[in-house]
């Protein structure tokens, strides 16, 4: 158990529907990161928090939006989804480091299915 | 950017065999990190490493950042060591800085 939680493990929607992943990081960690990884483009990062603050962004789609909340969980919302949005969706978290990314610990993941 | 190769991309073993994998990257590094997804899709952290020689278990890793390359040993493998392993590096240099992920050796080990 890495100590990330993420909810919900499983979501089937339709095509046009909004949902929203969850993330609780290790106690104690600041950063906090998210991931796509789908069959056919590998792991792909997405955005990453720090204490609260937007510090990295990678290939994040605009209907794609996160933040991060005082208690620092984490929230993945994506928007008007499409069938190429499915994929498993990872939340990671390190110990806080204003720049760059520490030692990543990772959720088990939120595997997204848009019928 | 930066670019982090893996080899072998495949690897069949038989159980209680050893191998090594490699990562190669580009550019120097201030963070390095090796993975194990299992088949289950869990992503587990293996091993922080920079630089030097770590050990846990009957695995261990070695970076040799100046010559740019990381090896990852699994010693007397079990079936449980099936799955992909990921080597992710970071540049040491930029603001804006995110690990780069390598494609990942897909290892099976037959009992």
């Known amino acids: 158990d890495s100590g990330v939680t993420q909810t919900p493990k499983h979501l089937i929607t339709a095509t046009g529907q909004r949902v929203t992943l969850r993330c609780s990081p290790r106690s104690g960690d600041l950063s906090v990161y998210w991931y796509q990884q789908s069959l056919d483009q590998g792991l792909q990062f997405l955005i990453q928090?720090?204490?609260?603050?937007e510090r990295a962004k990678g290939n994040i789609l605009e209907r794609f939006s996160a933040q991060q909340f005082p208690d620092l969980h984490s929230e993945l919302n994506l928007s008007s989804l499409e069938l190429g949005d499915s994929a498993l969706y990872f939340c990671a978290s390190s110990v806080g480091r204003a720049w760059g990314t520490g030692e990543l610990f990772f959720g088990e993941g939120s595997r997204l299915t848009v019928l | 950017g930066i670019q982090v190769e893996q080899s072998p991309p495949d690897l069949i073993l038989q159980e209680g065999a050893n191998s090594t994998l490699r990562c190669n990257f580009s550019d120097s590094v201030n963070n390095l990190q090796w993975f194990h997804q299992n088949p289950w899709g869990q992503l587990i952290n293996l091993f922080y490493i920079p630089s030097g020689t770590k050990q846990n278990g009957r695995l261990s890793a070695t970076t040799v950042a100046t010559e740019r390359y990381s090896l990852l040993y699994i010693s007397s493998s079990q079936t449980t060591d099936s799955g992909v392993y990921f080597c992710a590096v970071e540049r040491n240099a930029g603001n804006n800085r995110k690990l780069i992920w390598g494609l990942g050796t897909s290892l099976a080990v037959n009992p």
């Open positions: 928090y720090y204490n609260g603050e």
